[in-house]
C-alpha cells in the first residue's frame, strides 16, 4: 500500500519548518522542498552551471535580488529548478521503501499547483506580527503572485495556527498524526 503523502506549507515565517521537525519527532519521514533547492544551487553541477550562465553566482541572495525584481528571471529560474527539485522528492519516496505516511514541506505548494499531488495538506500560519518577527525577509520582498494566507487555510486539510509555544505546535502535529493515521 502507498504512503499517506502529506504536503506541509504556509506563508513566510509561520514555522513551516518546525511543524516539519515536529513530523520528524514522531518517526514520519520528512523532506524540505527549500533544502532539496540548497542542494541543487550546491551540489548540482547542471544546474549551478545554468545559474552561473544566467546570473554569474549560485548564491541564493544575488539570485533572489534579481528574480524578485523581475517577473522573467524568476519565471526561468522556477523553469529551471521546480521540475529537479520534483525528481529528487520522487528519488527520495522512492528510495524510502515501505512507510505509512512520508511528509513533504513545500512553501509554494498551491502557487506551483502541487496539491493535487498530496492525499493531505497541512497549512501552518501564524499572526502577521508573528510571522514577521520570525523572518529576516522583508515584507516589500515578499511576491504578490503567492496566494494570500486566508486562501492556503481555506483550501488545506488541516491548519495549524502556530502563535504559541514548540510544545503547543508538538501538540498540533500529534493530533493532526493522529487523525491522519486514523483515516
Same mark, same amino acid.
Given at each position: 500500500?502507498?504512503?499517506?503523502?502529506?504536503?506541509? =506549507?504556509?506563508?513566510?515565517?509561520?514555522?513551516? /519548518?518546525?511543524?516539519?521537525?515536529?513530523?520528524?519527532?514522531?518517526?514520519?519521514? =520528512?523532506?524540505?522542498?527549500?533544502?532539496? %533547492?540548497?542542494?541543487?544551487?550546491?551540489?548540482?553541477?547542471? /544546474?549551478?552551471?545554468?545559474?552561473?550562465?544566467?546570473?554569474? /553566482?549560485?548564491?541564493?541572495?544575488?539570485?533572489?535580488?534579481?528574480?524578485?525584481?523581475?517577473?522573467?528571471?524568476?519565471?526561468?529560474?522556477?523553469?529551471? %529548478?521546480?521540475?529537479?527539485?520534483?525528481?529528487?522528492?520522487?528519488?527520495?519516496?522512492?528510495?524510502?521503501?515501505?512507510?505509512?505516511?512520508?511528509?513533504?514541506?513545500?512553501?509554494?505548494?498551491?502557487? =506551483?499547483?502541487?496539491?493535487? #499531488?498530496?492525499?493531505?495538506? %497541512?497549512?501552518?500560519?501564524?499572526?502577521?506580527?508573528?510571522? #514577521?518577527?520570525?523572518?529576516? %525577509?522583508?515584507?516589500?520582498?515578499?511576491?504578490?503572485?503567492?496566494?494570500?494566507?486566508?486562501?492556503?487555510?481555506?483550501?488545506?486539510?488541516?491548519?495549524?495556527?502556530?502563535?504559541? =509555544?514548540?510544545?503547543?505546535?508538538?501538540?498540533?502535529?500529534?493530533?493532526?498524526?493522529?487523525?491522519?493515521?486514523?483515516?
Amino acid at each position: 500500500m502507498p504512503p499517506l503523502r502529506v504536503a506541509v =506549507t504556509g506563508g513566510i515565517g509561520a514555522g513551516k /519548518t518546525e511543524a516539519l521537525r515536529a513530523f520528524a519527532r514522531r518517526g514520519i519521514p =520528512t523532506l524540505s522542498a527549500d533544502e532539496l %533547492v540548497h542542494r541543487l544551487y550546491g551540489e548540482d553541477a547542471e /544546474t549551478a552551471a545554468a545559474l552561473r550562465e544566467r546570473f554569474g /553566482t549560485t548564491d541564493r541572495a544575488r539570485i533572489a535580488e534579481v528574480v524578485f525584481a523581475d517577473p522573467a528571471e524568476l519565471a526561468w529560474l522556477e523553469a529551471l %529548478v521546480h521540475p529537479r527539485v520534483r525528481r529528487l522528492q520522487e528519488e527520495w519516496e522512492q528510495a524510502l521503501g515501505s512507510v505509512e505516511m512520508l511528509v513533504i514541506e513545500i512553501p509554494l505548494l498551491y502557487e =506551483t499547483g502541487a496539491e493535487s #499531488r498530496f492525499d493531505a495538506v %497541512v497549512v501552518v500560519t501564524a499572526p502577521e506580527e508573528v510571522r #514577521r518577527a520570525r523572518t529576516r %525577509v522583508r515584507a516589500d520582498r515578499r511576491s504578490d503572485r503567492l496566494i494570500p494566507e486566508e486562501e492556503k487555510v481555506r483550501r488545506a486539510d488541516h491548519v495549524i495556527v502556530n502563535d504559541g =509555544t514548540l510544545e503547543e505546535l508538538d501538540e498540533a502535529v500529534a493530533r493532526i498524526v493522529e487523525e491522519l493515521r486514523a483515516r
